[in-house]
């Protein structure tokens, strides 16, 4: 077996938080810890990286589960809906870890899981086991979305988002079903997903997964995610929106919400089936495909994967962080 280069090293960006004291497995710095841990530390933007090869040392500051940046409703839906839904313990510590207080002024906001709780559930020996290898990659493939973006790198950001994506496209499923409250009907709608058609792949399981199960029980069948194409160019913004539209299917779009060569609104249930074109349209060149993405028709790719990166991350982010929150923390 060939031993596997360290990548990345991480720390807390504050490793003199006064919150350590009492809750040392709180903190990141100069220790191992759950990869499952890092992960959530990563995508509220709470946690600094150093890439080692490179020596590149940055705070990943950024949240990607700010619902208010990334998200509209349709109809009467309401972010209230979606808050309320996720008012559980880890969801208020997670929250607000990307404050600057970071966790001083938690324990006010949490009910019946405590700082403490927190705490002994990261140095359980049992929790950080379960699933080791699999959160392991799926972290680093995390960082390295991270630097990427850090380094202004946004296709290749966008391809390790790609990659994220069909990593957890079995093993969400499968996570989300052990802790699911009605597990007989999630049973019967899993067993739909994996049986039947068995050259559909791995990433049509996980959309109908979304579709079926987890936008129905998340109330998020009706929320939908906007892309909005800015330039400086009215022209260029043109382009990329008529692009948009032609590669994708129709059914992706909520209409109702679109601004004409501004802005495109896609249904949260169908975001992975965008993830995907986008992927397939851009990274390959097939002679027998007649709706590629050419370079002339995305410009600029850097610049291209800037106006969806985040969004994309922001889908990813919110389907990993509530996998975690059931697998890892639910009392």
Not at 307 to 316: E, G, P
Request: aromatic share 14%.
């Amino acid at each position: 077996m060939n031993e596997t280069f360290q990548i990345f090293e991480t720390f807390d960006i504050n490793d003199d938080d006064v919150i350590f004291i009492s809750n040392p497995s709180l903190k990141i710095t100069g220790k191992s810890v759950p990869s499952y841990y890092l992960i959530l530390r990563g995508i509220v933007g709470n946690i600094k990286i150093k890439q080692l090869f490179r020596g590149d040392i940055f705070e990943q500051d950024y949240n990607y589960l700010s619902l208010q940046k990334n998200i509209s409703f349709s109809e009467e839906v309401m972010i209230k809906e979606i808050t309320d839904e996720k008012k559980n313990a880890i969801n208020n510590l997670v929250n607000l870890l990307h404050r600057k207080t970071t966790f001083i002024k938690l324990e006010k906001y949490l009910d019946d899981f405590t700082l403490t709780d927190l705490s002994n559930v990261i140095a359980d020996r049992n929790i950080a086991r379960r699933n080791k290898i699999f959160f392991d990659n799926l972290n680093n493939e995390f960082l390295n979305f991270f630097y990427y973006s850090y380094k202004n790198n946004q296709t290749i950001a966008f391809l390790h988002l790609y990659r994220i994506l069909e990593y957890i496209s079995y093993t969400f499923p499968l996570l989300y079903s052990l802790k699911t409250k009605d597990f007989s009907k999630s049973f019967d709608s899993l067993r739909d997903l994996f049986n039947g058609d068995k050259d559909k792949g791995e990433l049509k399981v996980f959309k109908n997964f979304i579709l079926n199960i987890f936008a129905k029980e998340k109330n998020y069948e009706r929320t939908t995610i906007e892309i909005d194409i800015l330039s400086e160019s009215t022209e260029y913004n043109e382009i990329i929106f008529k692009m948009l539209k032609s590669i994708c299917s129709n059914d992706i779009f909520e209409s109702g919400l679109e601004l004409e060569n501004s802005r495109l609104s896609i249904k949260f249930t169908e975001f992975s089936s965008f993830i995907i074109t986008i992927r397939n349209r851009f990274f390959h060149l097939k002679n027998s495909q007649t709706n590629n993405i050419l370079s002339t028709d995305i410009i600029d790719a850097e610049h291209f994967f800037s106006l969806i990166n985040t969004k994309c991350a922001y889908f990813i982010s919110l389907i990993t962080f509530e996998i975690i929150s059931r697998s890892c923390f639910s009392k």
